[in-house]
C-alpha cells in the first residue's frame, strides 16, 4: 500500500525504476530489517541483493561500468530502498558521498583506478570528514598530511563514519598547511589495506544500527601523491561541493522512512478497531495521517527539485540541497513519532516497524549537516540572493 503523491508525473523511466527498486526492497529488504536492526549486524544478505539488481552503486558513470544513474533517478532508489530498511538505503548513499569528490575532481588516473570496482561491486566507498573535536567546524580538523617526496603521510582521528570498516576505500580530508585554516586542507584516497589504517569499535546506536559507525585512526599512512583529489589546498571547497550534491540523498533517506511509516500506520489505522469501528475514522487520527502525507508530498517535491538542480548544477543548487534535507529530515520525525502514537502500544514495540523507523529517522536531522547548519547555509545563500 502507498500513500504517496506528486504533484506532477515522473516521467515513465523513473517510474519503472521506482517499481523495480520496490519490488527488491520488500521482497528482500524488509523481511531482514528488524533482524539487522536487532543484532547491530551489517546486512550482507541485503547489500548482496543490491549488487544483484545493481543498486550498490548505480550513481556511477556507464564508463566506468556503472549503471549511470542521474541524481532524480538516484533518490528515487534511496527513497524506495529507505522505506523498506534505511540502513541498506544507507549503503549506496555512503557510497555516492565517499566517491563524489572523485567524480568531481578526481584526476582521470584516480577515476579509472578506484570507480570500476566499486561499480562491480568489489568494494564501497566511505566519506572521512569528521573528527572528535571537528563536526560541524570542518575547518577545526587536527588531521595532518606531510608532503614527504613523492608521497605524503598521514596521521590523525576520523570519527562517525559510516560503513568503516567495511569499505575498501575513503576519501580522507586532512591539513597539509595547517596555519591556513580551511584553505589548507587537502583530500586524499585511502585503502582499506594501506598500513597504519585501523578502526575503532562500532558506536553503539540509537537507529541506523546495520550500517557499522567507526573511527577511522590514520597513524603514518603513506599514500602517494596521485591520490590527492583536486588541488592541494582546495580540499575545503570540495567537501562543501560534495555535500551540496550529497545532502539531497539524505533527504531522499527521510523521505522514504517517512513514506514507510505512513504506509505502516494507515494500514494499521484501517485494521484496527476501537469503540466498535477503525481508528481510521477518528477525526484525531485522520489529522495526523493527513498532516504526514502533506509533509511528504512537499518533501518529494523539495527532493526531486533539488535533484534536478545536483544535475544541472545550478547556481542555487547550495540552498535547495540544504533546504531539502533539512524540511524532509524534520519532516521524517514528525511523522514517524506520529505513526508510533496511530499505533499506540504496539507502536512502542519491535513487533512493529514504526519504532525503529522513529529511530532511524533522528540521524538525518543529524548527519552531512546538522539541521542547525543547513539553516544557516540557507540564510547565507537568501542573503547572497542565491535562494
Given at each position: 500500500?502507498?500513500?504517496?503523491?506528486s504533484?506532477?508525473?515522473l516521467?515513465?523511466?523513473?517510474?519503472?525504476?521506482?517499481?523495480?527498486?520496490?519490488?527488491?526492497a520488500?521482497?528482500?529488504?524488509?523481511?531482514?530489517a528488524?533482524?539487522?536492526?536487532a543484532?547491530?549486524?551489517?546486512?550482507?544478505?541485503?547489500?548482496?541483493?543490491?549488487?544483484?539488481?545493481d543498486?550498490?552503486?548505480?550513481?556511477?558513470?556507464e564508463?566506468?561500468?556503472?549503471?549511470?544513474?542521474?541524481?532524480?533517478?538516484f533518490?528515487?532508489?534511496?527513497?524506495?530502498?529507505?522505506?523498506c530498511?534505511?540502513?541498506?538505503?544507507?549503503?549506496p548513499a555512503?557510497?555516492?558521498?565517499?566517491?563524489?569528490?572523485?567524480?568531481?575532481?578526481?584526476?582521470?588516473?584516480?577515476?579509472?583506478?578506484?570507480?570500476?570496482p566499486?561499480?562491480?561491486?568489489?568494494?564501497?566507498?566511505?566519506?572521512?570528514?569528521?573528527?572528535?573535536?571537528?563536526?560541524s567546524?570542518?575547518a577545526?580538523m587536527?588531521?595532518?598530511?606531510?608532503?614527504d617526496?613523492?608521497?605524503?603521510?598521514?596521521?590523525?582521528?576520523?570519527?562517525?563514519?559510516?560503513?568503516?570498516?567495511v569499505?575498501?576505500?575513503?576519501?580522507?580530508?586532512?591539513?597539509?598547511?595547517?596555519?591556513?585554516?580551511?584553505?589548507?586542507?587537502?583530500?586524499?584516497?585511502?585503502?582499506?589495506?594501506?598500513e597504519?589504517v585501523?578502526?575503532?569499535?562500532?558506536?553503539?546506536?540509537l537507529?541506523?544500527?546495520?550500517?557499522?559507525?567507526?573511527?577511522v585512526?590514520?597513524?603514518?599512512?603513506?599514500?602517494?601523491?596521485?591520490?590527492?583529489?583536486?588541488e592541494?589546498?582546495?580540499?575545503?571547497?570540495?567537501?562543501?561541493?560534495?555535500?551540496?550534491?550529497?545532502?539531497?540523498?539524505?533527504a531522499?533517506?527521510?523521505?522514504?522512512?517517512?513514506?514507510?511509516?505512513?504506509?505502516?500506520?494507515?494500514?494499521?489505522?484501517?485494521?484496527r478497531?476501537?469503540?466498535?469501528?477503525?481508528?481510521?475514522?477518528?477525526?484525531?487520527?485522520?489529522?495526523?495521517m493527513a498532516?504526514?502525507a502533506?509533509?511528504?508530498?512537499?518533501?518529494?517535491?523539495?527532493t526531486?527539485?533539488?535533484?534536478?538542480?545536483?544535475?544541472?548544477?545550478?547556481?542555487?543548487?547550495?540552498?535547495?540541497g540544504?533546504?531539502?534535507?533539512?524540511?524532509a529530515?524534520?519532516?521524517?520525525?514528525e511523522i514517524?513519532?506520529?505513526?508510533?502514537?496511530?499505533?499506540?502500544?504496539?507502536?512502542?514495540t519491535?513487533?512493529?516497524?514504526?519504532?525503529?523507523?522513529?529511530?532511524?529517522?533522528k540521524?538525518?536531522?543529524?548527519?552531512?549537516?546538522?539541521?542547525?547548519?543547513?539553516?544557516?547555509?540557507?540564510?547565507?545563500?537568501?542573503?547572497?540572493?542565491?535562494s
Amino acid at each position: 500500500m502507498t500513500t504517496g503523491f506528486s504533484a506532477y508525473q515522473l516521467p515513465e523511466d523513473y517510474e519503472e525504476i521506482r517499481k523495480g527498486v520496490r519490488e527488491v526492497a520488500e521482497a528482500e529488504l524488509a523481511p531482514r530489517a528488524g533482524e539487522v536492526d536487532a543484532t547491530a549486524s551489517f546486512p550482507t544478505e541485503s547489500y548482496e541483493a543490491l549488487k544483484a539488481a545493481d543498486l550498490h552503486a548505480p550513481h556511477i558513470p556507464e564508463e566506468y561500468g556503472g549503471a549511470g544513474l542521474d541524481a532524480l533517478g538516484f533518490a528515487v532508489v534511496i527513497e524506495e530502498l529507505s522505506r523498506c530498511c534505511a540502513s541498506t538505503g544507507l549503503m549506496p548513499a555512503v557510497t555516492k558521498l565517499g566517491s563524489t569528490p572523485v567524480l568531481l575532481e578526481g584526476s582521470d588516473e584516480l577515476k579509472q583506478k578506484y570507480l570500476p570496482p566499486v561499480a562491480r561491486g568489489e568494494a564501497m566507498f566511505s566519506y572521512c570528514l569528521s573528527e572528535p573535536e571537528a563536526g560541524s567546524d570542518v575547518a577545526g580538523m587536527t588531521t595532518k598530511a606531510v608532503q614527504d617526496g613523492d608521497h605524503y603521510v598521514l596521521n590523525g582521528v576520523k570519527r562517525w563514519i559510516s560503513n568503516a570498516g567495511v569499505s575498501e576505500y575513503y576519501t580522507v580530508f586532512a591539513k597539509t598547511d595547517p596555519a591556513a585554516g580551511a584553505k589548507g586542507i587537502t583530500a586524499f584516497v585511502i585503502e582499506k589495506s594501506d598500513e597504519g589504517v585501523s578502526f575503532g569499535a562500532p558506536e553503539k546506536k540509537l537507529g541506523i544500527k546495520g550500517s557499522p559507525t567507526c573511527e577511522v585512526y590514520l597513524d603514518n599512512v603513506r599514500v602517494p601523491a596521485d591520490r590527492v583529489i583536486g588541488e592541494v589546498g582546495k580540499g575545503f571547497p570540495l567537501a562543501m561541493k560534495t555535500l551540496d550534491h550529497t545532502r539531497i540523498t539524505i533527504a531522499a533517506q527521510a523521505l522514504g522512512i517517512a513514506q514507510g511509516a505512513l504506509d505502516a500506520a494507515v494500514q494499521y489505522a484501517q485494521e484496527r478497531e476501537q469503540f466498535g469501528k477503525s481508528i481510521a475514522q477518528f477525526q484525531g487520527v485522520q489529522f495526523m495521517m493527513a498532516d504526514a502525507a502533506m509533509k511528504i508530498a512537499a518533501a518529494r517535491e523539495l527532493t526531486y527539485a533539488a535533484a534536478a538542480k545536483s544535475e544541472r548544477v545550478e547556481e542555487n543548487l547550495t540552498f535547495f540541497g540544504a533546504a531539502a534535507k533539512c524540511y524532509a529530515s524534520d519532516a521524517a520525525m514528525e511523522i514517524t513519532t506520529d505513526a508510533v502514537q496511530i499505533l499506540g502500544g504496539y507502536g512502542y514495540t519491535t513487533d512493529f516497524p514504526v519504532e525503529r523507523m522513529m529511530r532511524d529517522a533522528k540521524i538525518t536531522q543529524i548527519y552531512e549537516g546538522t539541521n542547525q547548519i543547513q539553516r544557516v547555509v540557507m540564510a547565507r545563500e537568501l542573503l547572497r540572493g542565491k535562494s
